[in-house]
């Protein structure tokens, strides 16, 4: 658990987590979403430059889909 507050310490002091009450919830900012869909495009990017003697970079990395999660929902 301490681990994961550190991780959401470093988000705040970031300001791309901003709490909501008394800390125990808490949503992403407009500046968390940015680099949430930066993170992603370079990942992609990333993917696309490597040759394939790699496996590990061709399969999809699900859990840095992170911007799916956050996206609003019509």
Do not use: V
């Amino acid at each position: 658990m301490s681990d994961l507050m550190r991780f959401i310490f470093e988000l705040k002091k970031y300001e791309l987590l901003k709490p909501l009450g008394n800390e125990t919830s808490y949503i992403i900012t407009p500046k968390g979403m940015q680099y949430l869909q930066i993170h992603e495009e370079l990942t992609n990017q990333i993917q696309l430059e490597i040759n394939g003697d790699s496996g590990i970079f061709k399969r999809p990395i699900a859990f840095l889909k992170w911007t799916n999660l956050f996206k609003k929902r019509g």
